[in-house]
């Protein structure tokens, strides 16, 4: 079955820095598309970074371009987001997110807190 673990959130000032992690399993990882989502209470979830199978094509919501970089490493059924000049309002839980035979698969969510 596929499961995706994320890992890496915790507390860190404004401007500091945070590596996310996500560890695919259960399905051909190199062969999708991953993303990376976040949410916080009383909003919908929205989309942060996503890459391609293909050709490890990028995008970034807005909001973070220029801040954070999703990167991928097939041989260890891994996505990263690089997360720089961090602020207050990307606080969330952070998701991986794969579309797999056309269902949405999320992981259990990892926190991220940008807090002086």
């Known amino acids: 079955q596929v499961q995706l673990v994320e890992s890496g959130g915790g507390l860190v000032q404004p401007g500091g820095s945070l590596r996310l992690s996500c560890t695919a399993s259960g399905f051909t990882f190199s062969a999708y598309d991953m993303s990376w989502y976040r949410q916080v209470p009383g909003k919908e979830r929205e989309l942060v970074a996503g890459i391609s199978s293909a050709d490890g094509r990028t995008n970034y919501a807005d909001s973070v371009k220029g801040r954070f970089t999703i990167s991928r490493d097939n041989a260890k059924h891994t996505v990263y987001l690089q997360m720089n000049s961090l602020k207050p309002e990307d606080t969330a839980v952070y998701y991986c997110?794969?579309?797999?035979?056309?269902?949405?698969?999320w992981g259990q969510g990892t926190q991220v807190t940008v807090s002086s």
């Open positions: 997110n794969v579309w797999y035979y056309g269902r949405a698969y």
